[in-house]
């Protein structure tokens, strides 16, 4: 069995590199000349082939070696980029990644037996019949090139150029013949006539005594002639011929250091390496230094509510409430995460997905850089992958149907994130069939979810909610991707628990548009403290709109339910010791003409919550229920206040719906 601290490490950075591979697969079959792309998976396969090999995991070096050999070839211009290459690549990406998977399920073990058909195989043979068109050919400047130059020689060339001079690398064939020594010294004379030989790689000194075959002269070159002059000159020489020639900037031979070093300066999935000064962190330790912070902050809130008197005490709280309010911020910024993260596996699963189903799309993301609490963006892969899913096999129609609709044959789907005053907002969207909201009330009375009187009270919005009901699918018929009626519920839920909502807007026809608001943070947030029937509770603040101070007369009555105008906008309004009747909770039984009201909301929906007293609005720790009381009713999770008593939260959502 390994090591497990040095098994840790090869999971997180193989999966690092297994990220950058997918991604720059993807980059390469949209931008086959894209030569960072083909550098940065090049540079992953090598190490990851590298880290395999030094962790004795035979098969996976195997198969990493095929993928760096192919990928090698690639960078040396003497492959093309086919969809065949493409497929062939992603094939092998998908067995390294099983490959990684089996030997963490198996503690660091490589199973000894790995089927790789006949994968191997064909990369092996994916070459000859493959080559770069005009690879072969000496003024291809894709032609491979092994004469470099350190940083310290890139320094000194640019020392060295004068003003007009013009830098070339060149390579020169000797011919198969005798005298092979003097043709290649033939050469150095020629170019001492042109220029300036700056570095070769075979010394001029030591060409004379050379003992073995001298093929190919490689030089770093400065001369005045122009490009097609120079070129003119060395055409004549005999028993010797150009094979490259190449005008070189200055300014190259820093993106070539920048390219060779992995500090690449565009920013995107695939430059997950660049050098920097950060530390993997166990999750585990990052959640345990949360829950002191939050410990930390509750003991300084009882510190407040002692009410000690004028002392050096109070001197100190002050200071003690802004390094808490510091240590919060810095240790909540370690939990974020961009969501790029997340997103990175979604390009690869919708390119698979089109071309299974035989339909062009365009996929677009956007707001990678958005960051979000890291537990909430481990939880919401699986809910956008079934939102993404849907959208390719019910959202976007075949190309002959989207034809004869007047719409362009490439479908489209977006994915988005942004952030929204406290909330993250992650959007889907197509520009597909849309959703039949009169079909969807149809199921729903079908199954009977509701019956048809009550469902013509509803507006779209409301009949389109069914959509997340257990069991109701409006597919015509049922696919290995989805139809079956399961998932959207999930969807759902788990944005639920994430104290996230969910909202859909569709037009049918156009196309439709899922959006998950979610929290910035699940551990501590700002809450307004209030009181029902004699105990305290806590509301979260990104749901209140407002509070107020009302006359009981200006109460109205719509369809026999209480509410009360504001802003020309009737709000319906909820008694809280009402809604806590059944947990044993008494409402207040003096009369008073003034009532205390919080209105509250969620998604485009608020009502007003009639409440006891406004206290105060306090930054809480929210703690979680557990198992055993999980699942009370507009109950979200607890906090402990300053006296040390508990306060239970109320859960916005239930309380709304």
Same mark, same amino acid.
């Given at each position: 069995?390994?090591?497990?601290?040095?098994?840790?490490?090869?999971? /997180?950075?193989?999966?690092?590199?297994?990220?950058?591979?997918?991604?720059?697969?993807?980059?390469?079959?949209?931008?086959?000349?894209?030569?960072?792309?083909?550098?940065?998976?090049?540079?992953?396969?090598?190490?990851?082939?590298?880290?395999?090999?030094?962790?004795?995991?035979?098969?996976?070096?195997?198969?990493?070696?095929?993928?760096?050999?192919?990928?090698?070839?690639?960078?040396?211009?003497?492959?093309?980029?086919?969809?065949?290459?493409?497929?062939?690549?992603?094939?092998?990406?998908?067995?390294?990644?099983?490959? *990684?998977?089996?030997?963490?399920?198996?503690?660091? #073990?490589?199973?000894?037996?790995?089927?790789?058909?006949?994968?191997?195989?064909?990369?092996?043979?994916?070459?000859?019949?493959?080559?770069?068109?005009?690879?072969?050919?000496?003024?291809?400047?894709?032609?491979?090139?092994?004469?470099?130059?350190?940083?310290?020689?890139?320094?000194?060339?640019? &020392?060295?150029?004068?003003?007009?001079?013009?830098?070339?690398?060149?390579?020169?064939?000797?011919?198969?013949?005798?005298?092979?020594?003097?043709?290649?010294?033939?050469?150095?004379?020629?170019?001492?006539?042109?220029?300036?030989?700056?570095?070769?790689?075979?010394?001029? /000194?030591?060409?004379?005594?050379?003992?073995?075959?001298?093929? #190919?002269?490689?030089?770093?070159?400065?001369?005045?002639?122009?490009?097609?002059?120079?070129?003119?000159?060395?055409?004549?020489?005999? @028993?010797?011929?150009? @094979?490259?020639?190449?005008?070189?900037?200055?300014?190259?031979?820093?993106?070539?250091?920048?390219?060779?070093?992995?500090?690449?300066?565009?920013?995107?999935?695939?430059?997950?390496?660049?050098?920097?000064?950060?530390?993997?962190?166990?999750?585990?330790?990052?959640?345990?230094?949360?829950?002191?912070?939050?410990?930390?902050?509750?003991?300084?809130?009882?510190?407040?509510?002692?009410?000690?008197?004028?002392?050096?005490?109070?001197?100190?709280?002050?200071?003690?409430?802004?390094?808490?309010?510091?240590?919060?911020?810095?240790?909540?910024?370690?939990?974020?995460?961009?969501?790029?993260?997340?997103?990175?596996?979604?390009?690869?699963?919708?390119?698979?997905?089109?071309?299974?189903?035989?339909?062009?799309?365009?996929? +677009?993301?956007?707001?990678?850089?958005?960051?979000?609490?890291?537990?909430?963006?481990?939880?919401?892969?699986?809910?956008?992958?079934?939102?993404?899913?849907?959208?390719?096999?019910?959202?976007?129609?075949?190309?002959?149907?989207?034809?004869?609709?007047?719409?362009?044959?490439?479908?489209?789907?977006?994915?988005?994130?942004?952030?929204?005053?406290?909330?993250?907002?992650?959007? *889907?969207?197509?520009?597909?069939?849309?959703?039949?909201?009169?079909?969807?009330?149809?199921? /729903?009375?079908?199954?009977?979810?509701?019956?048809?009187?009550?469902?013509?009270?509803?507006?779209?919005?409301?009949?389109?909610?069914?959509?997340?009901?257990?069991?109701?699918?409006?597919?015509?018929?049922?696919?290995?991707?989805?139809?079956?009626?399961?998932?959207?519920?999930? &969807?759902?839920?788990? *944005?639920?628990?994430?104290?996230?909502?969910?909202?859909?807007?569709?037009?049918?026809?156009?196309?439709?548009?899922?959006?998950?608001?979610?929290?910035?943070?699940?551990?501590?947030?700002?809450?307004?403290?209030?009181?029902?029937?004699?105990?305290?509770? /806590?509301?979260?603040? @990104?749901? *209140?709109?407002?509070?107020?101070?009302?006359?009981?007369?200006?109460?109205?009555?719509?369809?026999?339910?209480?509410?009360? %105008?504001?802003?020309?906008?009737?709000?319906?309004?909820?008694?809280?010791?009402?809604?806590?009747?059944?947990?044993?909770?008494?409402?207040?039984?003096?009369?008073?003409?003034?009532?205390?009201?919080?209105?509250?909301?969620?998604?485009?929906?608020?009502?007003?919550?009639?409440?006891?007293?406004?206290?105060?609005?306090? #930054?809480? %720790?929210?703690?979680?229920?557990?198992?055993?009381?999980?699942?009370?009713?507009?109950?979200?999770?607890?906090?402990?206040?300053?006296?040390?008593?508990?306060?239970?939260?109320?859960?916005?959502?239930? +309380?709304?719906?």
């Amino acid at each position: 069995m390994q090591d497990n601290g040095y098994l840790d490490l090869f999971f /997180a950075e193989a999966n690092e590199y297994i990220e950058v591979l997918n991604n720059g697969i993807l980059t390469l079959e949209n931008q086959p000349d894209d030569e960072d792309a083909i550098a940065a998976v090049f540079r992953a396969a090598h190490s990851l082939k590298g880290m395999a090999a030094a962790m004795g995991f035979a098969n996976l070096t195997e198969l990493t070696h095929q993928m760096e050999n192919k990928l090698e070839e690639l960078r040396a211009g003497k492959l093309v980029v086919t969809t065949e290459l493409i497929d062939l690549l992603f094939a092998a990406l998908d067995n390294v990644q099983l490959l *990684v998977k089996q030997i963490k399920e198996n503690e660091g #073990e490589e199973p000894a037996e790995f089927n790789f058909g006949d994968l191997i195989v064909k990369l092996s043979a994916y070459s000859e019949n493959h080559e770069k068109e005009g690879s072969s050919q000496k003024q291809d400047s894709s032609t491979e090139k092994s004469l470099t130059l350190s940083s310290e020689e890139e320094k000194e060339l640019a &020392v060295e150029k004068k003003a007009k001079e013009k830098i070339y690398q060149l390579g020169v064939s000797i011919a198969e013949a005798d005298f092979a020594n003097v043709r290649a010294f033939m050469v150095f004379k020629k170019l001492e006539e042109l220029g300036r030989v700056f570095k070769s790689n075979i010394a001029k /000194a030591e060409v004379e005594d050379y003992e073995e075959d001298i093929d #190919e002269l490689e030089f770093y070159f400065l001369s005045w002639l122009e490009k097609a002059e120079f070129e003119a000159e060395l055409e004549a020489l005999s @028993n010797a011929s150009l @094979n490259y020639l190449q005008e070189v900037k200055l300014q190259d031979f820093q993106s070539s250091s920048e390219r060779e070093s992995g500090e690449l300066k565009k920013t995107n999935a695939l430059n997950s390496f660049q050098s920097n000064s950060t530390v993997r962190i166990d999750i585990a330790k990052l959640d345990k230094l949360i829950n002191m912070v939050g410990e930390l902050l509750i003991n300084k809130t009882r510190l407040q509510s002692l009410n000690i008197g004028k002392s050096k005490f109070n001197e100190i709280i002050p200071q003690l409430d802004r390094l808490t309010m510091e240590l919060h911020h810095i240790v909540m910024q370690i939990r974020m995460v961009p969501v790029g993260v997340m997103f990175s596996r979604f390009p690869r699963m919708l390119r698979d997905l089109s071309n299974d189903m035989g339909k062009d799309i365009d996929f +677009i993301m956007s707001g990678q850089e958005t960051e979000l609490d890291r537990s909430i963006i481990d939880e919401l892969a699986d809910p956008l992958t079934h939102l993404l899913r849907n959208a390719v096999d019910h959202g976007i129609e075949a190309a002959e149907i989207r034809k004869e609709k007047g719409k362009t044959e490439q479908g489209k789907i977006e994915l988005k994130a942004y952030q929204k005053g406290s909330e993250i907002i992650i959007e *889907v969207v197509d520009d597909g069939a849309g959703i039949d909201a009169d079909n969807i009330a149809a199921k /729903a009375v079908e199954k009977g979810i509701i019956s048809q009187e009550e469902v013509e009270q509803l507006d779209k919005r409301e009949i389109l909610d069914f959509v997340f009901h257990p069991g109701l699918s409006t597919a015509s018929k049922v696919t290995n991707v989805s139809g079956r009626g399961v998932g959207m519920d999930i &969807v759902r839920n788990t *944005v639920k628990k994430l104290d996230g909502q969910i909202s859909i807007e569709s037009e049918l026809g156009k196309g439709s548009r899922f959006t998950i608001s979610l929290p910035l943070t699940l551990a501590i947030t700002q809450a307004l403290m209030i009181k029902i029937a004699g105990d305290v509770f /806590a509301i979260p603040i @990104n749901a *209140v709109s407002e509070t107020l101070t009302m006359e009981t007369k200006n109460i109205k009555q719509l369809r026999g339910k209480d509410c009360i %105008v504001l802003r020309e906008q009737t709000i319906p309004l909820v008694s809280a010791a009402e809604i806590f009747a059944e947990e044993d909770f008494e409402a207040p039984k003096e009369e008073t003409d003034k009532l205390s009201v919080v209105i509250i909301k969620n998604a485009d929906r608020q009502i007003g919550l009639i409440v006891d007293q406004l206290l105060n609005q306090q #930054e809480i %720790v929210i703690k979680s229920l557990g198992n055993y009381l999980q699942d009370i009713d507009c109950i979200s999770g607890a906090t402990i206040i300053g006296d040390g008593d508990v306060a239970l939260i109320l859960d916005v959502r239930d +309380i709304i719906a």
